[in-house]
């Protein structure tokens, strides 16, 4: 190990949130991506994974060891762990790697759900602390050490336009945008103005799995979706509907009720009526909590 070599862990840079996406020449826009935040640590010796939470995330990403070979210095980077289902950022998906906690499950998921590392900055390389550098300094240094596309390593790209930017996400149906100033340092463990994220509210369509009932008639719905052959609670939603239209909904879901809870996932709450997940809303929500739990759906549609 090299001396003054950061050992994790180190608690990541975080945005403030920003209302409106913006345009200036004072900040780089970057794609804000829906998945698990990570810092990987390269000692010279051996690669470690560390997730916001500062818990050790090495075992569940063993593909992210080939840092080893694309650099001999040691270096610490910042980036966001992506799976894609159907082609677009699915955080349920990068969650099934990122709950594993046995080596051979997540060796042989490397292939069955193949992540991409979204590398945005550079905190330590070479001996010395990147992190007083200007961002723009900072950016440099990360495309030299790693200048190509080395999958599952991606140096994330930079937009100068942030609200062309934005309604691309927006037609995409991505998470949002980051604003970086160009010449802000990183600062550990602190939220800074220097970087703003601009948050995009996605639509979702979800399966209806139960509901709560005030009176009685229903008054939130439990929503679930299907990772291949497991159906995976993800939130409940009660705000969107009418009166009368939860009252419609009440009959409706009540004539395929069952016993169980039809989740892989149940909530752990009392006072639920379960159903066959055969009807599905669409809810528009804010972003995904790390327990991979819709934050603040509102029901759009009920199809």
């Not at 920003?18 to 990987?40: A, M, N, Y």
């Not at 239209?245 to 016993?259: F, K, M």
Request: one cysteine or more.
């Amino acid at each position: 190990m090299s001396p003054g070599f950061p050992s994790p862990p180190i608690p990541p840079m975080e945005p403030v949130k920003c209302e409106k996406p913006f345009d200036s020449e004072d900040h780089i826009f970057q794609v804000k991506w829906d998945g698990v935040r990570v810092l990987t640590f390269f000692n010279g010796a051996e690669v470690t994974l560390q997730n916001r939470r500062l818990h050790d995330r090495t075992l569940q990403y063993p593909e992210l060891q080939s840092l080893k070979r694309l650099v001999k210095q040691p270096i610490v980077i910042d980036g966001e762990i992506i799976a894609l289902k159907d082609g677009s950022p699915s955080f349920p998906t990068v969650m099934r790697r990122d709950r594993v906690r046995n080596a051979n499950t997540a060796s042989s998921m490397v292939k069955t759900i193949p992540i991409s590392y979204m590398v945005f900055d550079i905190l330590y390389y070479r001996n010395n602390s990147t992190t007083d550098l200007p961002w723009y300094k900072r950016h440099e240094l990360l495309q030299e050490v790693l200048p190509a596309r080395h999958p599952p390593f991606h140096v994330v790209d930079n937009f100068t336009g942030g609200t062309e930017l934005f309604a691309q996400v927006q037609r995409m149906k991505l998470e949002g945008i980051v604003a970086k100033l160009k010449d802000s340092r990183y600062i550990p463990g602190r939220k800074s103005s220097f970087w703003k994220k601009i948050k995009n509210r996605p639509l979702l369509t979800c399966y209806i799995g139960g509901f709560t009932l005030r009176g009685s008639t229903a008054n939130s719905l439990l929503m679930g979706i299907f990772e291949q052959d497991r159906f995976l609670y993800i939130g409940r939603a009660g705000s969107g509907l009418r009166e009368e239209e939860w009252a419609s909904l009440t009959q409706v879901l009540l004539g395929v009720r069952i016993d169980a809870p039809p989740f892989e996932n149940p909530p752990r709450q009392t006072g639920i009526t379960w159903v066959k997940p055969v009807y599905q809303a669409t809810v528009e929500y804010s972003e995904w909590t790390e327990e991979a739990l819709l934050r603040s759906p509102v029901i759009k549609q009920i199809l």
